[in-house]
C-alpha cells in the first residue's frame, strides 16, 4: 500500500485552488450549452440565462467570481438545511418516522413516485419529503416558522437570508397543481398536520433569498468544522449525495463524488468535507432542472483539484 507523502496532502483539495485557475475553469463551464431558465415561475422566468456567479470557502480562503451581486431564492437549495434544523432540533428518531433515505428515479415533483411508495416521502430531498418537514417546522403559523428557520440559519452561518416577497407572491400566482396534489395524498395518509399550512411554509421557505457568498455560508454548517452535531452533517451529506440531484444524482456521485443540491433557481451547493463549500449561481437548467454551467464548473473543479470524496 502506497500513501502520498504529508507535503503533497496539504496541498491537494481546495488549498491548491487559485484565482487565476478559477477563472479559466468558469469560462471554460460557461461557454457550454446553457439550458434554459425555469419558466414556470414568472419571477425566475426574469433571470439572465447568462448570469454566473460562483463563490468557494476554503478555511479563511474565499475566491468569488461572475455576478456575484445578484439575489436568488434558494428554492430547494433550502431542503438540506430544513432536514439539519430538524435534526438538530428534534433527532434523527423521530424525524425519520416523517420520511426515508432511499433515491429517487422520478422526477422532484412526482406523484406517481409517492404512491408508488403508498404515501411515504422516499427521501427529504424532494418535494414530497420537503412539504412533510415543513409540515413539523415549529412555529405557530407558515411566517412564523419560515422567520425561526431564517434567524437560526443566518445565525449559525454568518449569512444574510431574507424572505423575498416579490418571488413569494409569483411562487403563489404560478401552477402548483403537482404540490397540491402531493399535499392532498399526504394529509390524506396522516403525514400532515396541516396540509394548508404546510404548503405555504414549504413555498415561504424556498423564497428565502441570498447571494452566493450567504449560499457558500450556509455549505460551511455541513463541514467538519461547523457547531452542528457531526452524526446530523453526516446524515445531509449522504443524502445530498444519493439524492440531492433528483434522478441525476447516482451518475454525478459517480462522477463528481460530493454531496450536491440545486434549486430550479440555478442554485447549486456542494460540499467538500473537511475543506469548504463551492456555491455557483446559473439560473439555466437542463432538462432534469439541475443548473448547467454551476454542476459543469463543480465536476471541473473535483476533477482538477481532486476532490472525490472516494478518491
Not at 397543481?177 to 390524506?188: T, V, Y
Amino acid at each position: 500500500m502506497t500513501t502520498q507523502p504529508y507535503n503533497q496532502l496539504a496541498m491537494s483539495g481546495l488549498k491548491k485552488l487559485t484565482a487565476t485557475k478559477l477563472s479559466a475553469w468558469v469560462q471554460q463551464a460557461t461557454t457550454q450549452d446553457q439550458g434554459r431558465v425555469m419558466s414556470r415561475i414568472p419571477q425566475l422566468a426574469l433571470a439572465d440565462q447568462h448570469w454566473f456567479a460562483v463563490h468557494i470557502c476554503c478555511g479563511t480562503d474565499n475566491y468569488s467570481q461572475g455576478d456575484t451581486a445578484c439575489v436568488f431564492p434558494l428554492m430547494s437549495v433550502i431542503k438540506p438545511f430544513l432536514l439539519l434544523y430538524l435534526l438538530e432540533h428534534l433527532g434523527s428518531e423521530t424525524v425519520f418516522e416523517w420520511v426515508g433515505v432511499e433515491p429517487s428515479n422520478a422526477p422532484f415533483n412526482s406523484l406517481e413516485q409517492l404512491v408508488a411508495d403508498r404515501s411515504r416521502p422516499r427521501n427529504p430531498m424532494i418535494n414530497s419529503g420537503a412539504i412533510t418537514l415543513a409540515d413539523k417546522l415549529p412555529g405557530i403559523d407558515a411566517r412564523d416558522r419560515t422567520q425561526k428557520l431564517c434567524q437560526w440559519l443566518n445565525q449559525h452561518a454568518d449569512c444574510q437570508l431574507q424572505l423575498d416577497e416579490a418571488m413569494l407572491e409569483s411562487v403563489r400566482s404560478s401552477d402548483k397543481g403537482a404540490n397540491q396534489a402531493i399535499a392532498d395524498n399526504l394529509a390524506q395518509a396522516g403525514y400532515l398536520n396541516n396540509l394548508e399550512a404546510a404548503l405555504d411554509t414549504y413555498e415561504q421557505i424556498c423564497c428565502l433569498s441570498g447571494k452566493v457568498a450567504d449560499l457558500a455560508q450556509l455549505g460551511k454548517l455541513l463541514t467538519t468544522d461547523s457547531a452542528q452535531a457531526p452524526q446530523h452533517r453526516r446524515t445531509v451529506n449522504a443524502l445530498m449525495l444519493s439524492c440531492g440531484l433528483y434522478e441525476a444524482s447516482f451518475a454525478t456521485s459517480v462522477r463528481i463524488g460530493l454531496p450536491i443540491k440545486s434549486g430550479v433557481s440555478g442554485a447549486v451547493l456542494a460540499i467538500v468535507p473537511g475543506q469548504g463549500a463551492i456555491a455557483c449561481y446559473s439560473p439555466a437548467l437542463d432538462s432534469i432542472g439541475n443548473p448547467v454551467a454551476g454542476l459543469a464548473l463543480i465536476e471541473t473543479l473535483a476533477q482538477e483539484l481532486q476532490l472525490n470524496i472516494f478518491g
